[in-house]
């Protein structure tokens, strides 16, 4: 019989139960090479073969090469394990095929948020309008506001969210989203009352008396409902003077925003890796992470503002960050 390099995928999708039409069909080999080998296994007990001389054939045929290249082409977000599984073949095999012989590499997938049409118009009028607006106004005396929300719970794991492409491709619109949600349903929600008496008349309002003296400053928030509202709207008048209204503020923009788009972000990584048993272990260990943040790195991230707003309004409001 000939030698197959089929033979140990063919044995072990066979001791799995599956049939030879059916392993001819996933391997797309001929269904008499199959036949052959699970006669072997049948006889033998497997499907090793006789020992001959010379150098063994590799499972890393052209034929095996075209089942991963075109399997990448349908779902370029399949796991090499599980392709490796599918296929009865080592992962070290299909690694190799994937980026000796196919040149891609495995990305991680980019992060952004979810924007329809209307949306994409919506920020890039405004962003439009902001760019005029700091022309006048300085982007460093905005106060940048966020909620984000900390567990005591390990953080998710995104390192599996990956995408097989071509260096080329890894800069390109072929490289996909995995798209957050602006106000996830797991977070408490505040109302209008609490915003406007903790965060903004407690908080915010002493904060700013003392670290602005009378100074210019100009305040940025979402709009989240309690952000929006019009008891909200009157105390903003009253006491932030100038903030970013609905009318330059674009909803659907945390990667416009340098708490969202890098501070939370610094500060996760800061913690990452470590054990907390109660909130308040949490929170200590925050404060001290804030506090060790470098005034360089804000001045920096709060200046890389203004480049983010041309970049949305070159992507017509789109996501923008692969122009970065």
Not at 33 to 60: F, L, Q, W, Y
Not at 77 to 85: E, H, K, P, Q, V
Not at 292 to 317: E, M, P, Q, W
Request: glycine share 4%.
């Amino acid at each position: 019989m000939k030698s197959s390099p089929h033979r140990p995928s063919i044995e072990l999708l066979f001791k799995r139960g599956l049939g030879s039409a059916e392993i001819a069909r996933r391997l797309q080999i001929s269904s008499s090479t199959v036949r052959n080998v699970v006669a072997a296994i049948k006889k033998r007990g497997d499907a090793s073969e006789v020992k001959k001389s010379g150098r063994p054939r590799s499972v890393n045929t052209r034929n095996t090469r075209a089942i991963i290249k075109k399997r990448i082409i349908r779902n370029d977000g399949l796991s090499l394990n599980r392709m490796a599984s599918q296929l009865g073949i080592a992962r070290s095999t299909v690694q190799s095929i994937v980026k000796n012989d196919l040149k891609l590499k495995s990305y991680k997938l980019r992060r952004g948020q979810y924007l329809s049409d209307k949306s994409k118009a919506m920020r890039l009028e405004k962003c439009r309008k902001l760019l005029q607006h700091f022309q006048v106004r300085r982007v460093s005396d905005v106060i940048w506001t966020d909620e984000k929300i900390f567990t005591i719970e390990p953080l998710p794991n995104r390192q599996n969210q990956r995408q097989l492409l071509s260096k080329d491709d890894s800069m390109s619109p072929k490289r996909r989203l995995a798209h957050n949600r602006l106000f996830p349903k797991s977070v408490m929600k505040i109302n209008s009352e609490v915003y406007q008496k903790i965060v903004l008349m407690d908080n915010l309002l002493p904060w700013v008396t003392q670290h602005f003296a009378g100074g210019p400053f100009i305040l940025q928030q979402d709009w989240a409902p309690s952000h929006g509202s019009r008891s909200t709207l009157a105390v903003l008048e009253a006491h932030f003077p100038g903030f970013l209204d609905k009318n330059l503020w674009p909803a659907s923009s945390p990667d416009l925003n340098p708490m969202d788009f890098s501070v939370w972000g610094m500060l996760e990584g800061k913690i990452a890796g470590k054990v907390f048993a109660t909130v308040d272990d949490l929170k200590a260990a925050l404060e001290v992470a804030w506090a060790s943040i470098d005034d360089g790195y804000l001045r920096r991230t709060v200046n890389s503002v203004k480049k983010r707003l041309r970049a949305c309004v070159k992507a017509r409001g789109s996501n923008f960050e692969i122009l970065l």
